[in-house]
């Protein structure tokens, strides 16, 4: 396991600080509001804990305020229901008394199914042909960046341009190779979790690809919304997986995308669907507009 994968699982490692409620922690990073992965895995965490039996199937969630990376999280979980095969989880994420995000979460027990159909995983170079991402924005960014002096625990390959390209296309797809950077223990709810983490690591820039926009841009104005995801099989996140992008459709302030992760064996793993806040705006109103 690598530092920065190391780092990832103490992240994830919440400290129990009563019956259903646990506390987070954050990252030492310049950062003016916390990464929404990272509320979302561990507010994952905190639903898996509490469950007895399956692994979780589905999950959605809404971002409801920008999170402060400078104080712990607090996440509430409300055991809504334990049945023979479905458990249901509801949790709050908190801080300064006010919720942050919230969640719900479906844990299903592993059963035989007889309908089995899914989509065909596209037809594209493999990861080891593909600089790893940290390397290209190094050389685009040098050295002293701050970014890159942040944990890097998933090692993600960009097939074509990165995002923000000079030669990247305006089309509304993206396809990236992604995997936990080392090797995790046996535990399918780490899993699960890491893969939460990352699915929110690039799935905006199809939104932003139509329009040449940058997260950088200072008249734009961009935050995750709600992110909903399915788990269809068994995976592990320390395995290669094509994550393959896309956005139907953006308006009225909001864009919306989708994502499917495929392992290299063709198996459609997870699939994933966010909205999130898209506006252009006048830099001086920023502060006014969420």
Known sequence: MSESLDFLVNLLDLETIEVNTYRGKHPVEERQRTFGGQVAAQALMAAGRTV??????????????????????????????????????????????????????????????DLEHQFTMPDVPGPETIKPFVERMRDELGRDDEWLRRHHPIDQRFIGELPWGPLRGREPHQQVWIKADGELPDDPLLHACVIAYASDMSIFDTILAPHGIRWDDENFMGASIDHCMWFHRKLRADEWMLYDTDSPTAHGGRGFARGFLFNRAGELKVSMAQEGLARIIDPSKAAKQR
């Not at 305020?65 to 908190?94: H, K, N, W």
């Open 52 to 113: 007895e039996r399956g692994n979780v199937h589905s999950l959605h969630s809404y971002f409801l305020r920008p999170g402060d990376p400078s104080v712990p999280i607090l996440y509430e979980v409300d055991r809504i229901r334990d049945g023979r095969s479905f458990t249901t989880r509801r949790v709050v994420a908190i801080q300064h008394g006010r919720a942050i995000y919230n969640m719900q979460a479906s844990f299903h027990a592993e059963e035989a199914g």
